[in-house]
């Protein structure tokens, strides 16, 4: 790699901005300002430009305090870029510093760095604190309908009082002590072969008894799918690097709940069927009329998913409790779900998928 790594004045402690960059000559820019309007600013921050073939680098570049790095025959994605940059960076700094992973894509609320500092200040049992990501604005029904996902996550994090599932690559600050110890237990940080390396990460700090949190004040807004093909694809390298994941750890206290959750989806699918199948029967044998049992559960199943979008405003209510789209939406995740089980039964072979789009750059979050 190409770099030039320069020196700043060293606090008490130091915090390292890690931004892996492919081709985001239209996000780079507003991922650097959210930095820029931290409470807590960054002591370093060092653009990742991984084979990039448009401006990123240039419009990097035009930013003060900026390190830019380019990969050198990087051929392992994101991953194979972070291992590159830490592998030189990691060295250089103390135990009790701190890096912060953020993708180039997403912009941070303001107070965001300051509260994941002071939470790992406060805490040595948590070894890395992680986002809690929101959709960008934009991209029609589909946008919404990832937003309302999106809130509906943010809501499940709150009531597990900040513990967190994954650790969001849109941004993650790790322990540098933490990143040694993986870096020496298996020769790079990031495992290479995953194809989701921020749910691999967590199930290796977690794998070393240390908690993984996402604060309500660690806001990230990141890109939302813009077609429902990009969707697909998106989802199914989640879903499939979860699988793989999950099988790579095998069955254990740490994964024990990502096992649980992957079989309450199963079950969700399963469940979401079978009614569809018995409604149709109804229909289809004049049967079908109001039943007060199951008006009653119908109503409390749309009024949960209005309240759990509420805060959103009016428009991601009328959404939920319109039903039928949001139920569409779901038919489509199960999908994802039951194709990437049988793909990783078949051992088909995975794809990483870049979205390119012309949204505008995305503004820095807020609280």
Not at 261 to 268: E, I, P, S
């Amino acid at each position: 790699m190409r770099s030039s790594l320069r020196g700043f004045d060293v606090p008490d402690i130091r915090v390292t901005v890690v931004i892996p960059a492919h081709n985001e000559e239209r996000r780079i820019a507003a991922a650097l300002d959210s930095l820029r309007a931290q409470t807590r600013r960054p002591d370093h921050v060092i653009v990742v430009a991984d084979n990039c073939v448009d401006g990123t680098v240039a419009v990097a570049r035009t930013r003060r305090r900026v390190e830019v790095v380019e990969t050198a025959g990087n051929t392992h994605k994101k991953a194979g870029a972070l291992n590159q940059v830490l592998a030189e960076v990691l060295p250089r700094l103390r135990p009790r510093d701190l890096v912060l992973v953020m993708d180039a894509d997403s912009t941070l609320a303001p107070a965001f760095l300051q509260v994941a500092v002071d939470t790992l200040r406060g805490d040595d049992g948590i070894g890395a604190v992680g986002g809690i990501f929101l959709g960008e604005p934009g991209a029609g029904l589909l946008g919404e309908l990832q937003r309302n996902e999106y809130a509906r996550y943010q809501r499940q994090i709150a009531r597990r009082a900040g513990e967190a599932m994954v650790l969001t690559g849109t941004a993650t600050l790790h322990r540098v002590d933490v990143l040694r110890r993986l870096q020496l237990r298996r020769g790079q940080v990031y495992d290479t072969g995953a194809l989701t390396e921020d749910n691999e990460i967590t199930l290796a700090i977690k794998s070393m008894g240390l908690r993984c949190v996402s604060p309500r004040e660690c806001i990230v807004v990141t890109e939302v799918m813009p077609t429902w093909p990009d969707l697909w694809r998106q989802r199914m390298r989640w879903q499939r690097g979860a699988l793989e994941n999950l099988r790579a750890y095998g069955l254990n206290r740490v994964t024990r709940p990502y096992a649980l959750q992957q079989a309450g989806m199963t079950l969700g699918v399963v469940a979401m069927w079978l009614y569809l199948v018995f409604t149709v029967y109804l229909v289809a044998t004049g049967q079908f009329g109001l039943q007060p049992f199951w008006a009653a559960l119908g109503l409390i199943f749309v009024a949960e998913r209005v309240v759990t979008v509420w805060h959103r405003g009016r428009g991601a209510r009328l959404l939920s409790a319109t039903l039928v789209i949001e139920w569409f939406y779901d038919l489509v995740l199960q999908a994802v779900l039951i194709r990437s089980v049988i793909d990783v039964v078949q051992r088909r072979q995975a794809t990483w998928h870049h979205v390119t789009t012309d949204q505008p750059p995305l503004t820095p979050a807020r609280s």
